[in-house]
């Protein structure tokens, strides 16, 4: 078990290294939307501030789970985004929704399997 649970961490770190790095240099083509889904993406490059912040968060929080530092913080921290990924694709653009579903998936499955981690966090005073 705990081998698959080396895997699935490696893997998360290295698809949020591969789409944070994404962010800055472009070297994945963008693939095909529907309309609804290119305006929503084109205003949230036109803010000029919101996919640097991600690419970072991505790249930050990719490097703790990689080198297992900090990880069940970053875990925290990119729960929100990997929910609005996969709702995004969920609402504007379903044939996308496989890279953000294994994402969530495997984010999930880390959060669980650490979950001991959050013990103090989810005490009720």
């Not at 998360?12 to 962010?23: E, P, Q, R, V």
């Not at 694709?89 to 650490?114: M, R």
Request: proline share 3%; no cysteine.
């Amino acid at each position: 078990m705990k081998t698959v649970n080396i895997v699935i961490r490696i893997l998360l770190g290295l698809l949020l290294l591969m789409t944070g790095f994404n962010k800055f240099f472009m070297f994945m083509p963008m693939p095909e939307m529907v309309e609804s889904a290119q305006q929503f993406m084109k205003a949230l490059v036109n803010t000029g501030y919101i996919m640097p912040i991600v690419a970072i968060v991505e790249i930050v929080t990719a490097l703790m789970i990689i080198f297992n530092r900090y990880q069940a913080l970053a875990l925290l921290i990119l729960f929100p985004i990997m929910v609005n990924a996969f709702l995004f694709h969920l609402f504007l653009d379903i044939g996308g929704i496989g890279g953000s579903a294994i994402a969530i998936i495997f984010n999930l499955y880390l959060l669980v399997v650490n979950r001991d981690k959050f013990k103090e966090l989810l005490k009720v005073a």
